[in-house]
């Protein structure tokens, strides 16, 4: 055996072990650390991300709302729960009859095209042009979408039907205003142990899909005012909503100094929408 | 001693702290990219916000500072406007005249992003209607007391005008007076020359005085408009041209703007408010617009005006004749047996001439929209 390969004493050995697994531990230490207060600010994150896109979502929807005396966008409302004519699209017509409203493609807008069975119409009917005390927005059905052509352009022909006895197309303007709606409604519902916020189409008798969450029971608060800022005693004197979201984050996570025990973290966020349409 | 380099001798102390290094490394930049994410995704939301905020500030600034111009819109035709927002965006609006009281303002919010080519955009509209408010249901009315016993009529069914839009037919009273005015009709061959619905009314909302005539217009606040102050004896009034090519000379206080519309020029969109001071005597001539005297006034010479007449003293008409299509309000009327004036309510007339004095303002209901 040659003097000059020396191999390693156990007492080396345990010292190395033992100074490895305090390195090691104190790495692992820095490094859960690490990992756990990453994941606890991308759960506040998604949580934050979670009830601005909820806010963002019913401010679209809401602030478009309005409506003429008798007839109110909001269906129902309820602290939780709200249906309502969510705008789709709007447009100048350039030729009416009794069956169809023409649009050229490029004077329609919207969030998406019109879909008939799903959507309605709202048609601006002037009446006297004297007068505003005599408009109205007529409530027409959307039987079919069709292409066509307006002059020499591309335009789409929604198929419709006007009462031309009650209101004769003399009254309504050379270019006709018009919208299209669906009945939506927006709730908070329980799927899975958690509450989610969700919407449906209740035109095309959709079952409810989520949109944002999840939130704490009683995690959406709605509450609907009219032109005082009081609770509104019906939809027609509806003005305002104010929203209040209570969101919990989707997985427990550690926080503090000492990281403590795995918690769901909760959040608030608060607006109010006007309706920009009465 | 050991040999450098020897298998049996390498340790494993440097993979292990270079595993554990990327190991941190890996955890770190995680981080980081998340950190980005969220905050490009924050910067996304607040450009989207600015975009619509500039559209909104787009639709405001066009109301609020409408141009004239745009009244002179035909059906269909549009106009386009632009402006600054805050910082780098910007705000494109275009009007459209869908109908004769009728406007479609569309504005687009434009925010560019540094270092891209695409952009943040929102786009809004308002539906706008003018909001002309209609005075004198009645081709004329009078506080103190009618003496004609001249030529002429008066009339309250609104009709069409050559060239004029024509809003549709309104049956209004011919005539319209208080309960104690003095009403004398022996010229014009007695109640026949005055035809309305009904030819004559009394209405006790003309409460003694011209001004409530008007109503809901006031006389100051028309006469607060007046870029004509003409007074004493007028020899006669019309539109004037100058400039290479003719333009309406609108700096002439004698140009009454054009009312044949059947035959536009250059001064038919011209419908100023004049206003007289004290008494005023026109010889003839035509014009367009509001006509407002403080004392008398005397037409003659086949003066032939299209909008609102309102006397605060006595109305005569000499033996040339007027013609008056839209409505006169007069503390007295005076037709001398060889005068003769004719009265032809209009309520497009009326709106057309009141829209300078007037505003367009958005719908009643259901005029703002999200284009996106």
Same mark, same amino acid.
């Given at each position: 055996?040659?003097? @000059? ?45 979670? !009830? ?7 401010? &679209? ?9 008798? %007839? $109110? ?7 939780? &729960? ?36 799903? %959507? ?60 299209? +709606? ?10 899975? =142990? ?29 509450? +609907? ?54 | !001693? ?31 990219? /998340? =950190? ?7 910067? @996304? %939301? ?5 975009? +619509? ?45 869908? *109908? ?24 809004? &509209? ?23 016993? #001249? ?10 005008? $050559? ?8 049956? !209004? ?13 022996? #010229? ?57 090519? $003719? ?6 206080? /004698? ?21 007289? &001071? ?15 005297? %403080? ?5 003659? *010479? #086949?003066?032939?005006?299209? *909008? ?25 009327? @005076?037709?001398?047996?060889? =005068? ?11 709106? @057309? ?20």
């Amino acid at each position: 055996m040659s003097l @000059n390969r020396r191999g390693v004493t156990l007492v080396e050995m345990l010292v190395s072990i033992t100074l490895l697994a305090l390195v090691g531990g104190l790495a692992l230490q820095l490094l859960l650390r690490q990992h756990w207060t990453g994941e606890a600010q991308s759960q506040r994150a998604a949580l934050q991300a979670t !009830m601005r896109a909820a806010i963002t979502y019913l401010e &679209s929807e809401l602030r478009e709302l309005g409506g003429s005396p008798g %007839d $109110p966008d909001i269906v129902t409302f309820a602290a939780e &729960s709200l249906t309502y004519r969510a705008m789709r699209s709007a447009g100048i017509g350039c030729r009416l009859s009794p069956t169809a409203l023409t649009v050229r493609s490029s004077d329609l807008y919207g969030y998406r095209a019109p879909q008939p069975g799903r %959507d309605s119409l709202l048609l601006f009917r002037d009446g006297s042009p004297a007068t505003s005390s005599d408009d109205q927005w007529l409530h027409l059905p959307l039987f079919t979408v069709s292409a066509g052509s307006c002059g020499s352009q591309a335009a789409l022909i929604l198929g419709t039907a006007i009462d031309t006895s009650v209101t004769p197309l003399s009254g309504f303007p050379p270019l006709a205003p018009f919208r299209t +709606f669906e009945i939506m409604q927006a709730r908070l519902y329980a799927s899975g =142990g958690d509450y989610w916020l969700g919407a449906r189409s209740v035109s095309a008798a959709e079952i409810i899909q989520p949109l944002a969450g999840p939130f704490l029971a009683h995690g959406l608060a709605m509450r +609907f005012l009219d032109s005082l800022a009081v609770p509104a005693t019906g939809a027609e004197r509806i003005r305002s909503v104010d929203v209040a979201l209570l969101g919990v984050s989707a997985s427990p996570i550690r926080s503090g100094a000492g990281m403590g025990l795995p918690q769901r973290r909760t959040d608030s966020l608060g607006t109010r929408i006007m309706l920009r349409n009465w | !001693m050991a040999r450098a380099g020897s298998p049996e001798t390498r340790g494993f102390a440097l993979p292990l702290v270079l595993g554990v290094l990327a190991l941190g490394g890996m955890l770190v930049t995680a981080s980081f990219l /998340l =950190g980005r994410l969220e905050s490009q995704s924050a910067e @996304n %939301d607040l450009r989207a916000s600015r975009a +619509f905020e500039t559209a909104e500030t787009g639709l405001a600034s066009t109301l609020t500072s409408w141009d004239p111009l745009l009244d002179t819109l035909p059906i269909g035709g549009t106009a386009s406007l632009a402006g600054a927002g805050v910082a780098t965006a910007s705000w494109h609006s275009t009007i459209q005249r869908l *109908g004769e009281d009728l406007f479609f303002l569309r504005s687009e919010g434009i925010v560019p992003i540094a270092g891209v080519t695409w952009q943040a955009e929102r786009q809004l &509209s308002w539906l706008l209607r003018w909001a002309a408010p209609l005075p004198q249901p009645s081709a004329v009315a009078v506080i103190d007391s009618v003496s004609w016993n #001249g030529a002429g009529s008066a009339s309250g069914y609104s009709g069409s005008s $050559p060239g004029w839009p024509f809003c549709g037919p309104d049956s !209004m009273p011919a005539l319209r007076i208080m309960a104690a005015t003095v009403v004398g009709l022996s #010229g014009c061959g007695g109640p026949s020359c005055l035809r309305g619905m009904p030819p004559i009314l009394a209405d006790t909302a003309l409460a003694g005085s011209v001004s409530a005539a008007i109503a809901p217009l006031t006389y100051a606040a028309l006469a607060a408009r007046a870029t004509r102050a003409p007074g004493g004896i007028v020899a006669s009034v019309g539109p004037t041209l100058a400039g290479v090519p $003719p333009a309406c000379d609108a700096s002439d206080p /004698l140009n009454w703007g054009e009312p044949d519309h059947a035959s536009p020029g250059p001064c038919t969109g011209l419908m100023p408010v004049i206003h007289a &001071s004290g008494d005023l005597t026109i010889g003839g001539g035509r014009g367009q617009g509001v006509l407002l005297v %403080d004392g008398d006034l005397i037409l003659g *010479g #086949g003066f032939d005006f299209f *909008g609102l007449v309102v006397v605060q003293g006595r109305l005569t008409s000499g033996a040339g004749g007027a013609h008056i299509t839209g409505a006169v309000a007069a503390r007295s009327l @005076n037709i001398p047996p060889a =005068g003769r004036i004719d009265v032809d309510y209009s309520a497009c007339v009326l709106r @057309n001439v009141l829209r300078g004095p007037s505003q367009v303002t958005p719908l009643l209901y259901r005029s703002w929209a999200q284009l996106y």
